[in-house]
């Protein structure tokens, strides 16, 4: 039975490291244990927060309301010839869920290596890196509603993925609470390498032909090479999503900047890389007060120790306000703000 803590301190329970406190906190490690909570006259009252691995978050103030840490464990599989279905809890690690997969030579999550947060936050967010996302293993994930206790079982077609996007933070956010997600994996594994910075990487390493777990040391030297541990230094990883663009805008930009990179998107958009476009705005490296952008990628904000939420939210405005004046693209913070 999960107990109910007031006035707890969150440093601890979001990457950024940024110092505040809920109301009320409370850890839940099963399905009962939230039937149990939403039982308590509190819960039914109070402003809720579903806290994962607090990776994707900025905290601006303290939270007035229960935190709910969701910390549901479990990974089982099945499979049927060479298809793999895994089903996690979705408190499991997203890394431990994805290290499992490649141990056991079950593939689809390799490139998805060393993305902070949990397995139950994965669908909402459509989490995705280096030419593969959520969306492209994900069969179903079930979720406790929140203001009938029931639980519902969620098809790929009820999410309406979209980058970095899905209906849980549309027409149904802060309506379920995500316990489990079930995902199509294979035993033959079709890589996904055509991104330049695997391909080079492999090319170091005098890898022609590579296995998952190739793919996932390369994705794994190249995130450390680039991002910042959060045990190290506060951040939450990326803090802009890419921007996607139609294609005339495209053609008009290209013609200024020839230089910006830029890759396919869906329906003939262009997707843009945001860390070129704040690097080229000279912010890459900088400090601002306890606040600022990782030395390796301008993409990530972190915090030097002492930084407020609402001063890393305030350097972000700065960030998106110099490039829409050089580029006239507006940048979209991919973090959740609180």
Known sequence: MSVLQENVSLKTYNTFGIDV???????????????????????????????????????????????????????????????????????????????????????????????????????????????????????????????????RTFSYADCNFGYRDSVFK???????????????????????????????????????????????????AIRISKLPDPKTIGNAGSFFKNPVIEKEVFDELVEKFPDVVNYPAPNGKIKLAAGWLIEQCGFKGIVVGETGTWKNQALVLVNHGHASGQEVYTFSEQIINTVYTKFAVKLEREVNIL
């Not at 009320?24 to 039914?44: G, M, Q, T």
């Open 170 to 220: 549309n027409e149904l956010k802060n309506k379920y609470i995500i316990t489990s997600v079930q995902f199509h994996l294979n035993k033959q594994a079709k890589l996904q390498t055509h991104y330049g910075a695997i391909t080079t990487e492999l090319e170091k390493r005098n890898i022609s032909s590579p296995t998952i777990a190739d793919v996932s040391n390369v994705v794994a």
């Open 21 to 151: 406190n809920a109301n009320y906190f409370v850890e839940v490690k099963s399905v009962d244990d939230l039937r149990e909570i939403f039982k308590n006259s509190i819960a039914k009252t109070k402003k809720l927060l579903v806290l994962g691995g607090g990776s994707n978050m900025l905290f601006t103030k303290d939270f007035d309301g229960i935190v709910l840490k969701i910390s549901i464990q479990g990974i089982t599989y099945q499979t049927q010839g060479d298809d793999v279905m895994v089903t996690a809890g979705g408190g499991v690690v997203w890394n431990d869920l994805v290290t499992y997969c490649v141990e056991n030579n079950f593939a689809g999550l390799e490139n998805l290596t060393l993305i902070p947060g949990t397995v139950g936050a994965s669908p909402i967010q459509n989490i995705g890196a280096y030419g593969v996302e959520l969306k492209d293993v994900f069969t179903s994930c079930t979720a406790f509603e929140i203001a009938t206790g029931e639980m």
